[in-house]
T-cell receptor
Framework: GQNIDQPTEMTATEGAIVQINCTYQTSGFNGLFWYQQHAGEAPTFLSYNVLDGLEEKGRFSSFLSRSKGYSYLLLKELQMKDSASYLCAVAGAAGNKLTFGGGTRVLVKP | GAVVSQHPSRVICKSGTSVKIECRSLDFQATTMFWYRQFPKQSLMLMATSNEGSKATYEQGVEKDKFLINHASLTLSTLTVTSAHPEDSSFYIC????????????????FGPGTRLTVL
């Protein structure tokens, strides 16, 4: 089966850094994705990790440790527009379906 | 690249009627599209995988006779909610996987803007 865990909510201050953790237990692994979703909108792709290590893309970075079944999304220099839900998703070995975690709602305060 | 559109964006219908939602990949061909449902403050739940030229693969617990999926071409998949009831009210989102070579690897899915269905 697939099990993906991430915190439900996080609050941070504008300009600060927030780290969203995601742990997973899946029967196969073909990559981990992070998506951003604003309320009432569809998710937008942020990052993809399939090898261990850190992937940096502007203010957003994503880290993966396959041996630990662990990833995090790091948001730097937070802006008010970063208030959204962040979804962790794993592609399993079979069929390339994505299994999503419950999402982490991030609230950025002034 | 990798733009996915959905139509309509919002629909309100009476209980017992059927509603069709279209999902199109605008700048790439997608042999596989996915349909999700999302209830308020919850994550995405995969309903089915839509395969061009063949039958859709439904997730456990999803009624295939109620949620009809047709993937008529490499750029279009449709979801028809038949005999809709108030409990079917939800946010329906489709996604498509572009060919290998685009950012994010071969399993990256790009999402349509979603369709909010309200059944009265």
């Amino acid at each position: 089966g697939q099990n993906i865990d991430q915190p439900t909510e996080m609050t941070a201050t504008e300009g600060a850094i927030v780290q969203i953790n995601c742990t997973y237990q899946t029967s196969g692994f073909n990559g981990l994705f992070w998506y951003q979703q604003h309320a009432g909108e569809a998710p937008t792709f942020l990052s993809y990790n399939v090898l261990d290590g850190l992937e940096e893309k502007g203010r957003f970075s994503s880290f993966l440790s396959r041996s630990k079944g662990y990833s995090y999304l790091l948001l730097k220099e937070l802006q008010m527009k970063d208030s959204a839900s962040y979804l962790c998703a794993v592609a399993g070995a079979a069929g390339n379906k994505l299994t999503f975690g419950g999402g982490t709602r991030v609230l950025v305060k002034p | 690249g990798a733009v996915v559109s959905q139509h309509p964006s919002r629909v309100i219908c009476k209980s017992g009627t059927s509603v069709k939602i279209e999902c199109r990949s605008l700048d790439f061909q997608a042999t596989t599209m996915f349909w999700y449902r999302q209830f308020p403050k919850q994550s995405l739940m995969l309903m089915a995988t839509s395969n061009e030229g063949s039958k859709a693969t439904y997730e456990q617990g999803v009624e295939k006779d109620k949620f009809l999926i047709n993937h008529a071409s490499l750029t279009l998949s449709t979801l028809t909610v038949t005999s809709a009831h108030p409990e079917d009210s939800s946010f329906y989102i489709c996604s498509a996987r572009p060919p290998a070579g685009l950012a994010g690897g071969t399993d990256t899915q790009y999402f349509g803007p979603g369709t909010r269905l309200t059944v009265l």
